[in-house]
C-alpha cells in the first residue's frame, strides 16, 4: 500500500509515496547522486534509482530497509 510520507533527500525534504523498500518522488535534478533516504528519522541507503519512462517526471528509488527482529527471546521448556 503507498502511503505519503516526507522524506530528506540530500538535505531537502520531499513529499513522496512509499511502498515497502520502494519510494516514488517528484523529478529533481542531481538525482542520480543519491546515496541515502531518510523517512521517519531512520536512514536507509539507496539500492536503486530510476528515472520512470525517461520523462523527467517521476523517480522510483529502492532502498534497504533493515527488518526489525523481536527482542523477546523464547523460552524452552526442558523434559526432565
Do not use: A
Not at 41 to 48: H, M, N
Not at 63 to 76: C, L, P
Amino acid at each position: 500500500m503507498w502511503i505519503e510520507h516526507k522524506v530528506s533527500i540530500n538535505e531537502k525534504e520531499y513529499t513522496c509515496l512509499v511502498n515497502g523498500n520502494e519510494i516514488e518522488i517528484p523529478f529533481f535534478k542531481g538525482y542520480e547522486n543519491t546515496l541515502e533516504v531518510t523517512i521517519d528519522g531512520k536512514t536507509s541507503p539507496v539500492l536503486s534509482l530510476n528515472n520512470v519512462g525517461d520523462r523527467d517526471e517521476t523517480i522510483k528509488i529502492e532502498v534497504k530497509v533493515n527488518e526489525h527482529k523481536s527482542d523477546k527471546s523464547r523460552k524452552t521448556k526442558l523434559s526432565k
